[in-house]
């Protein structure tokens, strides 16, 4: 302990580890503020579900689209007109969607409405231009409803 | 500078307590009188002016994707949390200047402090308009296509 009082050797490297020391609590002192920056901006991209809402509409696009080329060919062997089969097929899509959405934990509600009217029954025309989908999705703290969806098929 | 380091004359342990005493006694002095300023208020500055922008932030970019994904007939609501305060105050979200400047006010009503975010000139084409006060318990946006 004696040898340690009279030793005054090594001041400068005392001295420069004080000054590291404060540049050290001051870089603490910023990175603990740019931490918390930024943090609600970037939660609500991440939260708010867009891609999913978007995902929802184009997948019905789509596939209104390969469900009117396949209703015409199931129409080629059974008595049933086109609109028919596509009303079969269309809540057959409806329902494996709602599953799909399920194991996400969101709720989405796909129904057809009508083809190529808006009166709730489809005239009785053998082709397919519009038809009518209310589209109804939620997530608990996001609530969207489109009623109805006019989609146009044109393939 | 060898020789001005080793030379210990005219060093007396007295004179070394009261210069020591009575720089701590200045230095305590100017502590306590900024204690409050230096501690305090300006870390709580730089963290509402950061934080309020955030919520700006935050505020935009849902009101910006909402516009994305709007249907043409229906509506959509949303639910967002936000902190009750920024630093040590509460605020108010202020979208009721939004249609004639095109940005969200984020402002604190007991200090006066305020952060624009801009809306990227949504409001042209579709209005918007309300308030939100951090210190409420359920905040939400919503859209109504027939209104």
């Known amino acids: 302990m004696e040898s340690l009082k009279k030793d005054t050797r090594g001041q400068w490297i005392a001295l420069s580890g004080l000054v590291l020391s404060l540049i050290l609590i001051g870089l603490a002192a910023l990175a603990n503020q740019a931490l918390i920056a930024g943090y609600h901006s970037s939660n609500a991209v991440l939260e708010f579900p867009k891609e999913n809402i978007r995902e929802l509409n184009s997948h019905t696009r789509d596939n209104a689209e390969i469900l009117k080329s396949l209703s015409f060919e199931i129409n080629n062997s059974t008595n049933n007109t086109v609109p028919v089969i596509f009303e079969q097929l269309f809540d057959n899509y409806s329902t494996q969607m709602e599953t799909l959405y399920a194991a996400h934990g969101e709720t989405v509600d796909i129904s057809l409405v009508s083809i190529n009217s808006n009166n709730g029954t489809y005239n009785n025309n053998s082709d397919i231009d519009v038809i009518f989908v209310n589209l109804t999705y939620n997530d608990g703290s996001t609530h969207y409803v489109s009623e109805p969806e006019v989609i146009r098929v044109t393939k | ?147």
Not at chain 2, 13 to 21: C, D, P, T, W
Not at chain 2, 78 to 94: H, S, V
Not at chain 2, 104 to 109: A, L, Q
């Open chain 2, 1 to 147: 500078m060898k020789r001005l380091i080793e030379n210990e004359e005219g060093v007396s342990v007295i004179i070394e307590y009261i210069l020591i005493s009575l720089i701590c006694v200045g230095f305590f002095m100017i502590i306590t009188i900024n204690s409050d300023a230096v501690f305090l208020d300006t870390p709580n500055d730089v963290v509402m002016e950061r934080e309020m922008s955030d919520v700006g932030n935050m505020m935009s970019t849902m009101i910006t994707d909402m516009y994305l994904i709007l249907p043409d007939n229906g509506y959509i609501d949303t639910e967002y949390r936000i902190p009750a305060k920024a630093g040590r105050e509460t605020y108010i979200i202020d979208a009721d200047v939004a249609f004639t400047d095109q940005i969200i006010e984020v402002i604190s009503p007991s200090s006066g402090k305020k952060v624009r975010v801009t809306i990227g000139g949504i409001a042209t084409t579709m209005p918007i308009n309300g308030t939100a006060s951090s210190s409420s318990t359920n905040h939400k946006i919503s859209y109504e296509s027939r209104k």
